[in-house]
């Protein structure tokens, strides 16, 4: 189950550079770079410990065109499952 009140935090040790819509972020512990899209990028800062999944589906309704019946929440769920599963955030969702 989803918890939507989660707020996750992105690892400190990791190098960001944005190029153009890309977004490179280099984790300094795995010494291996992730490229992230416009979508993962918005994301990506708002994994602050401050905005909760709710926040950032609404931070992406308002700076992407989304159709109002899709489902955002679990495209945040899975980046963000795919920030942790590659030890990119601070606590495991």
């Keep these: 189950m989803i918890t939507y009140a989660l707020r996750p935090i ?3 040790n990791i ?3 944005d190029i153009g ?3 490179l972020i ?3 512990d795995q010494e291996k770079v992730h490229v992230l899209n416009p979508t993962a990028r918005v994301i990506w800062k708002l994994c602050d410990g401050e905005h909760s999944l709710t926040d950032i589906e609404k931070e992406l309704r ?4 989304i159709a109002s019946d ?3 929440l679990d495209d945040v769920w899975q ?3 795919n920030f942790a599963s590659q030890g990119l ?3 495991s969702i």
Excluded at 62 to 65: A, L, Q, R, Y
């Design 15 to 17: 190098m960001v550079k």
């Design 26 to 28: 280099y984790s300094l």
């Design 89 to 91: 955030l601070q606590k």
């Design 10 to 12: 992105r690892k400190s």
């Design 62 to 65: 308002s700076k992407f065109f």
């Design 70 to 72: 899709h489902d955002v």
């Design 21 to 23: 819509n890309e977004t």
């Design 79 to 81: 980046t963000l499952s």
